[in-house]
C-alpha cells in the first residue's frame, strides 16, 4: 500500500524511535554492540526482497522462491488490509479519499483524453446516419477530410509524445504536465464549438481541432508514467517498500483511468442521444439530436480538463523533484544529451522492445478505433447506432476487468479471496511485467488467428456467439498484458534523465502502428482485417521475449545505482541487482551483461557508497555551520537512521583523523 496509506511515520521518527525504513523495528542495542550485517539490514537486504540468510530472492531455488514471494505478498497483503480496517474505523469514506488522491486524479489526463479519443470511433457510426451525404457516400464532403478525422488526431498525438517528452526530461515533469492539461482544455473548446459554413467546412474544423488536442494528448502518455512512477519511488536516498512491491500497481492505476474515460463516454453518449431524440435511440435522427449529443459531449470533459490545469498548477509543484535530483548528481542543467546517447548504447535493444511491443499492440488498438465495423458483423442487420453503442459498452467493461486484473493487489490484496491470484499481477515477482505481456500478446494472437481462417464458420449465425466472445476475450488480454505493461515498462526500463524522452519515443511508434492500422483498414475488408492483425501479435511476443527485461521487484533506486556507474564510465564496477540475469533481457545475458553480479562485493560496495554520500553531507554540513547557517531537518537525519549514523560516525577513518588534529 502506498505511504500515504501507512500511519504518518517521519524520518524524524524513524531516529527517534529506532525504526528501520525498509522492515521492522529495530529495538537492537547501541551501534557498539551489535554488527554492521544487524545495522545495514533493513537497508539494504529488506525482507520482501531477501531472506533471513541475506539472500536475494532471484538467487533462490525454484521452490524457495515460490514460498519466499508467496509468504512476502500474503504478509503485504494482509498489512494492507489491516491499515483499511484502520482507516475505515478512524473514517467510513476515506479509503474513497485515498483512491481518489492516489489513483484517480493522478490518471486524471488519461481518463480524460481516452474519453475523448474513442468518441472519434463512436461519434462515427451517428454522423453517417445524420449526414449520409458527408460521412457515407461523400457527395457533399471531401473523402479525404472524413478520413483526415482519424489520421491527423493520431499524428497529433504522435506529435505530444515526442515533443513533450523531450520538454519533460528538459524543463521538468511538472511544467509538461501543466501544458499537456492547458492544450486539452483549449482543444475541447475547439471540438465543442467547431463549425463551418459547409458541411465540408464543418469537417476540416472538426479534423484540425481534433489534431490540436491530439498533441496534448500525446503529453499525457510519457508526463503521467514518468510522474507517478517517481512519485513511488521517493525521494530519499534510500529505497521504499512502496518502489519495490508496489510500483507497477501505482503507475497502471494511473492507466487504467483511461479505460473509465472509454466508460463514461459510451454512457454519456447513450444517455445523451435519449435526452436530445425524445427517449429513443431508433433512428432516424434528426439534425439537433445528433448537434447537441456530440458537442454536449465534448463540452463535459472541458470542464474536468479545466481544473486538471488548476491542480497541477498549484497541488504538484514537487512533480520534478526525482528528475531535480538525476541531474545533480550529474551536474546538468538543461537537457541531458549525453545520458541519451549513453542510453542507445547500454539500452539500444530495450528501445527496440518497448517501442516496437508498442507499435504491435496499438495495431490492436487501431481495432478500437473501428470497433463499429467488427460489431456490424455480430448484429449486420441492426439500423439503429444504439445497440452497437451498447456491445462497445460491454467490450469496454471487459477491458476495464481485463486492466484491474493487471494490477489488483497480491493474494487479493483489497479484497479477501479464496482463491489466489498470484499469476495475474503485474508486480507479482513470480509472473510480472514480461510473461503478462508476452501471454497477452500469444493469447491475442489465438483469438484472432482463429476467426481469421473460419471466417465464414464463425460469422455464420449459429456460431456468432463464439465469435462475438473471441472478441471479447481479445480486449481483455490486451488490457491484461501489453496494453498495461507497454505503458509501464517504456519508462521503467530506462534512467531518469531521459525516461520521458524514452516513453514519449516508443509512444509515439505506438502510436504510427494505430496510424498504419487505421489508414489499412479503409482499403480491406472485415475478414482481411483478421488476416492482418493476429501477426502483430506473435511479432509482439517476440520482441518482449528477446529485448525486454523483467523489472518486477527490481528497486528502482537500484537502477539508477547502475545508471550512475555507467554515467561515470565504471559499469565493470558495479555488482548489483539491477545485472542480476533475472532483471535482464535474454539478448542482454547473451552479450553479457551479468557477468559483473557479484552479491557479497556489492553487498560492501552499497555500504562504501553510503559511506561517501554521509561523508559528504557531514562535510557541507560543517562547512555551513561554521558559516552560521543552520537547518532544522538535518539531511544526515533524514536519510540514515541514528544507528547508521553512529556507525560511520565511529568507522571513518577521516573523520577520527580530522578530531584529532582539531
Not at 532471484?58 to 491499515?83: C, N, P, S, W, Y
Not at 540514515?640 to 583523523?657: L, Q
Request: charged share 20%.
Amino acid at each position: 500500500m502506498e505511504d500515504n496509506l501507512k500511519q504518518t511515520t517521519t524520518r524524524a521518527d524513524i531516529v527517534s524511535e529506532g525504526i528501520a525504513p525498509h522492515g521492522k523495528a529495530d529495538t537492537s542495542p547501541p551501534s557498539g554492540q551489535i554488527s554492521e550485517r544487524e545495522i545495514f539490514r533493513h537497508v539494504l537486504q529488506p525482507d520482501d526482497s531477501y531472506d533471513a540468510n541475506g539472500t536475494y530472492w532471484a538467487d533462490l531455488g525454484i521452490v524457495r522462491r515460490i514460498a519466499f514471494v508467496t509468504h512476502a505478498d500474503a504478509k503485504e497483503a494482509m498489512k494492507e488490509l489491516t491499515q483499511i480496517g484502520r482507516m475505515i474505523k478512524k473514517d467510513p469514506l476515506s479509503p474513497i479519499s485515498f483512491y481518489t488522491r492516489n489513483y484517480i486524479i493522478p490518471g486524471m489526463g488519461l481518463g480524460l483524453e481516452g474519453y475523448v479519443l474513442f468518441s472519434i470511433g463512436n461519434l462515427t457510426p451517428l454522423f453517417q446516419k445524420v449526414w449520409p451525404t458527408c460521412w457515407s457516400t461523400f457527395k457533399s464532403c471531401d473523402k479525404q477530410w472524413i478520413d483526415a478525422v482519424t489520421y491527423l488526431e493520431v499524428m497529433g498525438i504522435i506529435c505530444g509524445q515526442i515533443l513533450v517528452g523531450v520538454l519533460g526530461d528538459w524543463i521538468g515533469r511538472r511544467w509538461g504536465l501543466i501544458q499537456d492539461a492547458t492544450i486539452m482544455f483549449i482543444g475541447l473548446l475547439m471540438l465543442t464549438a467547431s463549425w463551418g459554413v459547409t458541411l465540408n467546412g464543418w469537417v476540416i474544423c472538426y479534423a484540425l481541432s481534433l489534431f490540436f488536442y491530439g498533441v496534448g494528448v500525446g503529453g499525457e502518455y510519457p508526463m503521467t508514467a514518468t510522474s507517478g512512477m517517481e512519485n513511488a519511488v521517493g525521494s530519499g536516498k534510500l529505497s521504499t517498500r512502496e518502489d519495490r512491491l508496489h510500483r507497477g500497481r501505482k503507475v497502471t492505476s494511473a492507466f487504467l483511468m483511461q479505460g473509465w474515460g472509454q466508460f463514461f463516454n459510451q454512457v454519456i453518449l447513450i444517455l445523451s442521444l435519449i435526452v436530445f431524440h425524445h427517449g429513443s435511440g431508433n433512428p432516424p435522427y434528426s439534425l439537433v439530436s445528433a448537434q447537441w449529443t456530440f458537442r454536449i459531449s465534448f463540452a463535459i470533459p472541458a470542464v474536468g480538463t479545466l481544473w486538471l490545469v488548476y491542480y497541477r498548477a498549484y497541488k504538484m509543484k514537487a512533480a520534478s523533484r526525482q528528475l531535480a535530483i538525476a541531474k545533480k548528481k550529474s551536474k546538468v542543467t538543461g537537457y541531458d544529451t549525453a545520458s541519451l546517447k549513453l542510453t542507445f548504447t547500454y539500452f539500444g535493444p530495450r528501445i527496440l522492445a518497448t517501442a516496437g511491443a508498442w507499435f504491435c499492440n496499438d495495431v490492436f488498438y487501431g481495432n478500437k478505433l473501428f470497433q463499429s465495423q467488427f460489431i456490424a458483423v455480430i448484429s449486420p442487420n441492426n439500423k439503429s447506432i444504439m445497440e452497437g453503442w451498447l456491445y462497445n459498452l460491454i467490450n469496454v467493461g471487459v477491458s476495464l476487468l481485463g486492466y484491474y486484473l493487471a494490477y489488483i493487489p497480491r493474494n487479493g490484496g483489497m479484497v479477501k479471496i479464496k482463491i489466489y491470484l498470484p499469476t495475474f499481477l503485474i508486480d507479482n515477482k513470480l509472473y510480472g511485467r514480461r510473461k503478462m505481456q508476452i501471454v497477452g500478446f500469444m493469447l491475442d494472437f489465438i483469438l484472432f488467428v482463429v476467426p481469421a481462417f473460419h471466417y465464414k464458420h464463425y460469422t455464420n449465425k449459429a456460431h456468432i456467439r463464439e465469435f462475438q466472445t473471441m472478441y471479447f476475450l481479445s480486449s481483455f488480454f490486451n488490457q491484461f498484458g501489453p496494453n498495461a505493461v507497454t505503458f509501464l515498462v517504456a519508462a521503467e526500463v530506462f534512467p531518469t534523465p531521459i525516461r520521458a524522452t524514452a516513453h514519449g519515443f516508443s509512444a509515439a511508434v505506438g502510436k504510427l502502428g494505430a496510424l498504419c492500422a487505421s489508414i489499412l483498414y479503409n482499403y480491406i475488408d472485415t475478414q482481411t482485417k483478421f488476416y492482418v492483425v493476429p501477426w502483430f501479435g506473435l511479432l509482439g511476443a517476440g520482441l518482449t521475449f528477446f529485448f525486454l527485461p523483467d523489472t518486477t521487484g527490481l528497486d528502482l533506486k537500484e537502477q539508477e545505482r547502475r545508471w550512475q556507474y555507467i554515467r561515470e564510465g565504471r559499469e565493470q564496477d558495479y555488482h548489483g541487482v539491477a545485472v542480476h540475469p533475472h532483471h535482464l533481457s535474454l539478448w542482454e545475458r547473451f552479450r553479457g551483461a551479468g557477468k559483473h553480479y557479484d552479491p557479497k562485493l556489492d553487498y560492501q560496495q552499497k555500504i562504501e557508497d553510503m559511506r561517501k554520500e554521509w561523508h559528504l553531507l557531514k562535510v557541507r554540513h560543517d562547512d555551513e555551520e561554521k558559516l552560521g547557517v543552520h537547518h532544522d531537518d538535518h539531511d544526515l537525519d533524514d536519510e540514515y537512521t541514528s544507528e547508521i549514523h553512529s556507525y560511520f560516525e565511529s568507522t571513518s577513518v577521516t573523520d577520527v583523523s580530522e578530531k584529532a588534529e582539531n
